[in-house]
T-cell receptor, first 117, second 113 residues
Framework: DGGITQSPKYLFRKEGQNVTLSCEQNLNHDAMYWYRQDPGQGLRLIYYSQIVNDFQKGDIAEGYSVSREKKESFPLTVTSAQKNPTAFYLCASGPFVGQTYSNQPQHFGDGTRLSIL | AQKITQTQPGMFVQEKEAVTLDCTYD???????LFWYKQPSSGEMIFLIY??????QNATEGRYSLNFQKARKSANLVISASQLGDSAMYFCAMREGTDKLIFGTGTRLQVFP
């Protein structure tokens, strides 16, 4: 079945450690996104990519990094510079239509819960 | 700047009743799209329904319908015949620019027997 796979489901980070969250999609979507969700809050955009080898910062990119070497994959690294990384991280993908008036939704993975040890 | 406001942190509804979840938005664009997502306790985001700014009719998808009032900049989600499985967080979102979505803070719906 087509979909988005995030791994791991749970992740623990030690102080000063970088950790990488995996996101893979087989929907043949051009665009991929990373969101952060804090308890009781909506989703905030961290990074997004509309095409391979290109990505842009979202609203809260500080302390995070990404790569987009393959269309299917968009891993997120939470660096030691991110001082409050405990959150729920959601990856999404969607067709890049290039217009605001598009009914194409973003499709989401099941998320990764990151906690500090 | 574009913004989505969901003023109801939590809502309760009895099984089989209808419920309306509020969403207002702020944008200066003429062309935009509005989405509703459901997030069960397991965490995944499930797309429910879409409304385009140029759509003349309110969107409907099964038990979900969207009460779109463009002049008031509101896009309320109506769930008819609520079921216990409808208990979840519900998020309203608007497409910003050509690609990105901005989300409201969500409404937690609880359906009781």
């Amino acid at each position: 079945d087509g979909g988005i796979t995030q791994s791991p489901k749970y992740l623990f980070r030690k102080e000063g450690q970088n950790v990488t969250l995996s996101c893979e999609q087989n929907l043949n979507h051009d665009a991929m996104y990373w969101y952060r969700q804090d308890p009781g809050q909506g989703l905030r955009l961290i990074y997004y990519s509309q095409i391979v080898n290109d990505f842009q910062k979202g609203d809260i990119a500080e302390g995070y990094s990404v790569s987009r070497e393959k269309k299917e994959s968009f891993p997120l690294t939470v660096t030691s510079a991110q001082k409050n990384p405990t959150a729920f991280y959601l990856c999404a993908s969607g067709p890049f239509v290039g217009q605001t008036y598009s009914n194409q939704p973003q499709h989401f993975g099941d998320g990764t819960r990151l906690s500090i040890l | 700047a574009q913004k989505i406001t969901q003023t109801q942190p939590g809502m309760f509804v009895q099984e089989k009743e209808a419920v309306t979840l509020d969403c207002t938005y702020d944008t200066s664009d003429q062309s935009y799209g509005l989405f509703w997502y459901k997030q069960p306790s397991s965490g995944e985001m499930i797309f429910l329904i879409y409304q385009g700014s140029y759509d003349e009719q309110n969107a409907t998808e099964g038990r979900y319908s969207l009460n779109f009032q463009k002049a008031r900049k509101s896009a309320n989600l109506v769930i008819s015949a609520s079921q216990l499985g409808d208990s979840a967080m519900y998020f309203c979102a608007m497409r910003e620019g050509t690609d990105k979505l901005i989300f409201g803070t969500g409404t937690r719906l609880q359906v009781f027997p």
